[in-house]
Every structure is written in C-alpha cells, then in structure tokens.
C-alpha cells in the first residue's frame, strides 16, 4: 500500500508545489516503509521528479482541456493501479476542484490546508491552517483510503533521489461534458501562489501609472506581483493580481505591502505567508499589527531607496 502524489504542471514543467509534495510524500513513504508513486498529466521531463524520491511515475498523456471530473477518474484509476493508501496533493485551484471528486469516488477521507508533517500516523493526525489562518485544527483522517492536500510553501522542498520508473498512460476516449470556448492567458509574471516573495501594492500608491514601484521591486527581487481589491475593481490592475478573502491566497515566504490598509479581508489572504512587511505612511495602518516589520513613511520615498538598496546589495 503505497503513498502517491498528485503532481501538478504547467506547460509540461512540473510546478514548484510539486516537488513539496514529493518531498512531503517522500518522508510519509519513509516514516511507513512504503513506496512513494507519482501521477502527472502531460509531464515534458518526467525524470526531473526523480530528485525529491518518486519511484514510479505515471505520466498520463491526455490532449483533454481541464476537466475536473475527467482528471477525478484518471486519478482514481490511477491511484487504485498504483495500490495508493495516502494521496497527497497541493493545494492550488484545480486540486481543491479535483481532490473533492476523488474523495468521494475512493470513499477517502480528505483534509485541505495541512501545514506539518503528520503529527501521528496511526492514527494519521494532521495539522491544518483554519480560520483564514488565524488559527490550527488538528483533524484525524479515519478511512482506509486517506488525502492531505498541503498548503504551499508550508513543508519546503528536500532532494532524495531515487531509481526512477516512468510509465506512459494514454488516455483516450473520454468525453467531457465541458467545453472550453475561448481560453485567454492569464497576465501574471510569475505565479502568486508558486511565488516565494510577493510584492503588493494597494490604494496608497495613488493610480497605475505609479506601479512601476511595485514592479521594479518585484524585479529586483524576482518577485510575483498583486495588489488590494479595490486597486483591481478599479483596473489599475488585472483581476488575476487581486489577493485576499475573495481573491487569490498568498503562502509565500515574504510577502511586503506598499500602501495597504490591512483590512481584515485583505490579511485573511496573505496571513499564511511567512514573513509581512509593510510600507504604510500612516503609523495606525492596521497593517502593523500583522506585520513582522514595518516601515512607516511614504512610499514614494522610502520605495526607490528600497531598490537602490537592493540593487547595490546584489552587485556585491
Ligand atoms: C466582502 C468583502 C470582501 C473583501 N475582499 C477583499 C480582498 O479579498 N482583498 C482586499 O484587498 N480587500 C478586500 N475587501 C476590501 C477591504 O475591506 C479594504 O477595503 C481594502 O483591502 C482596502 O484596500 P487598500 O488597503 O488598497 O486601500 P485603503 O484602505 O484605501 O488603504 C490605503 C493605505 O495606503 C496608505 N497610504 C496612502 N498614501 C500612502 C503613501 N504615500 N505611502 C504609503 N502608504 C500610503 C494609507 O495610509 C492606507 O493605509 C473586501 C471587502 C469586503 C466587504
């Protein structure tokens, strides 16, 4: 009965989460002395996965456009082939769209947002961010078949290399009842929820035209970009850089706000990332209270020396 791991990718390269939860899954096989399997979707370089302790891979070859329901059945199949105990997957769009259709096929059952390697295995007890993150469930997994979907950035990434056996599965002849009809790129630079560092920016920065601050710091230190709500509402910037309760969640390692509030809808996105600094002009910002350090000035002065900083810094 082996531990198999979900591993996403995108355009063929598998993503940064993936290679966490090989990792994750790597210390489960080795805590239960078991096997740890892989299942991907179109994966380019399968062989890059064998670094974080994968053992056999199935790489399933299949043209279909997402389909939550079609990837459920793949991965079902898959999983019970592979003789799976423990699924483990991360924690993006997709595999909480995925992951709820498998647990009810595998009659599994599921726990999202696990931050820690499990705190027993028998029985399997699993930390989990709850509250928008303010606050830990401890959540005991019960049924045969069992799934952690991990949050990302929470375990780390370690190197265990194993001999490797990648398998070919061709999935033909499923028919999706979704059609996708147009598909437009989303705009991002780099992912906000595979980034390490996260540079935000909010309505202190004043219009679009002042959001070379944010980008140039995102340059320099090869950050994602995102920004408040109302700064997307009013298309200053794309919807796909909105963070927080509606918007997207932010895990990343250092996350720096430049000009927001701190609203409490707005931290309940970010609060899972490690390390919040924050550029505020207003001492009583409620951002300071969350934050782990704080600038207070101006943005527009205390930015460019930012970069400047950080520019001679990295030609040393
Ligand atoms: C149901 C609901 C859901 C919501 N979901 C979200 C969500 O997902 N994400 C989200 O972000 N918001 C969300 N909001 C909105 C949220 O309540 C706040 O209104 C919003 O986060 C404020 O955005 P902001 O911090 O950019 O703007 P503001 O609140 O206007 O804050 C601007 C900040 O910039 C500072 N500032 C001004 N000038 C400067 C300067 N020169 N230098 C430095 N600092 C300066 C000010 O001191 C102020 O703190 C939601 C609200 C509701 C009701």
Not at 195 to 202: L, Q, R
Not at 275 to 286: F, G, L, R, S
Request: glycine content about 8%; some cysteine.
């Amino acid at each position: 009965m082996a531990v198999v791991v979900y591993l996403e990718t995108e355009n063929g390269n598998f993503k940064k989460s993936a290679l966490e939860v090989s990792s994750y899954g790597r210390k489960l096989a080795d805590e239960t002395k078991t096997n740890l399997f892989g299942i991907a979707f179109n994966s380019a370089d399968p062989f890059k996965i064998q670094k974080y302790g994968v053992e056999k891979l199935i790489n399933i070859k299949t043209d279909h456009v997402f389909d939550a329901k079609i990837y459920a059945d793949l991965l079902c199949k898959n999983f019970k082939d592979l003789s799976g105990k423990i699924f483990i997957t991360g924690s993006s769009a997709d595999s909480r769209f995925i992951f709820p259709i498998v647990s009810i096929s595998l009659n599994a059952s599921y726990t999202t947002n696990v931050i820690e390697f499990p705190s027993s295995i028998s029985p399997l007890v699993l930390k989990r961010s709850a509250f928008t993150n303010k606050g830990f469930v401890f959540t005991e997994l019960k049924t045969n078949h069992k799934i952690i979907g991990i949050l990302n950035n929470s375990f780390g990434i370690f190197e265990s290399v194993r001999k490797l056996e990648v398998i070919d599965y061709v999935a033909e002849g499923l028919v999706s009842n979704v059609q996708v009809k147009s598909i437009k790129e989303d705009e991002e630079k780099i992912s906000i929820a595979d980034a390490e560092i996260v540079v935000s920016g909010g309505r202190g920065l004043k219009g679009p035209e002042n959001w070379n601050l944010v980008e140039d710091l995102a340059k320099t230190l090869g950050a994602a970009t995102a920004c408040s709500k109302p700064v997307s509402d009013m298309g200053w910037r794309p919807h796909s850089e909105h963070v927080g309760q509606t918007g997207k969640p932010v895990a990343s390692n250092l996350y720096i706000a430049i000009g927001v509030s701190g609203a409490i809808q707005h931290l309940a996105g970010i609060n899972a990332s490690k390390c919040k600094v924050v550029i505020n002009n207003d001492p009583e910002a409620p951002f300071f209270k969350a934050a782990d350090y704080g600038v207070v000035g101006d943005a527009f002065e205390v930015v460019p020396k930012l970069i400047d900083g950080l520019k001679k810094f990295k030609s040393k």
